[in-house]
C-alpha cells in the first residue's frame, strides 16, 4: 500500500503534529526554563505550528501534503497565517538573514497561534474519532481520546497557560 493510501498511519502523524504543539507550548510556560531550552522549545512549536498552519489551510502545497479532507468530510473555514508561517520559515526553520539579532527578539505570540490552531485541531479530531478504520490503528484512539480532553483545557492567564 502507498503511503498516501494508508490513512490510519498518516493520521498517526497528524496526531503527533498537534501532540507536539501541545507538548512544547507547555514547555515554553514552565517557570524557570532556560534561555537554551526556551529557544528548543520555542523551534519546535513553531515547526509543528507551521506544519499545522499548512494542513489546515485551504490552499494546496503539494501532493505529498496532507490535508484534513484527505480523512474525511472538512467544511472549516480557517485563514492560512502567514505571519507564522513567514515568521517559522525564515526565523526558525531555515538559516536565513531574517533571523532578528539578539537585541531586536520580539516574542513569540504563543497565545494567538495556539489559540488559531485548537478550534481546527478539536474539529479535526472530532470528526476523525467517528471514523472506527483510523481510530483501529497503533495508539490512534489513547491519543485522539487524550488529545481531545487536554486541547480544551488549555486557558492563558497574561502570557502563560
Known amino acids: 500500500m502507498k503511503k498516501k493510501e494508508d490513512k490510519p498511519a498518516a493520521l498517526d502523524h497528524a496526531l503527533y503534529e498537534i501532540e507536539m504543539l501541545v507538548h512544547s507550548l507547555l514547555a515554553l510556560c ?4 532556560s534561555p537554551r531550552d526556551g529557544s528548543g522549545w520555542l523551534e519546535v512549536f513553531a515547526t509543528h505550528a507551521r506544519n499545522l498552519n499548512e494542513f489546515f489551510a485551504p490552499k ?4 505529498a501534503y496532507m490535508k484534513p479532507s484527505h480523512f474525511g468530510a472538512w467544511n472549516h473555514s480557517y485563514v492560512f497565517d502567514t505571519d507564522l508561517a513567514r515568521r517559522a520559515s525564515s526565523q526558525v526553520s531555515h538559516l536565513t538573514y531574517d533571523r532578528e539579532r539578539p537585541e531586536e527578539k ?31 490503528y497503533h495508539a490512534n484512539r489513547a491519543r485522539t481520546d487524550a488529545l481531545l480532553d487536554v486541547l480544551p483545557k488549555i486557558q492563558f492567564e497574561g502570557n502563560a497557560p
Do not use: D, N, Y
Not at 478539536?122 to 478504520?133: G, M, N, T, W
Open 106 to 136: 520580539t516574542p513569540w505570540p504563543f497565545e494567538r497561534h495556539f489559540s488559531t490552531l485548537r478550534e481546527p485541531a478539536l474539529i479535526f479530531l472530532k470528526a476523525v474519532r467517528q471514523c472506527e478504520p483510523l481510530m483501529a
Open 30 to 33: 514552565r517557570a524557570g526554563i
Open 60 to 63: 494546496e502545497f503539494g501532493g
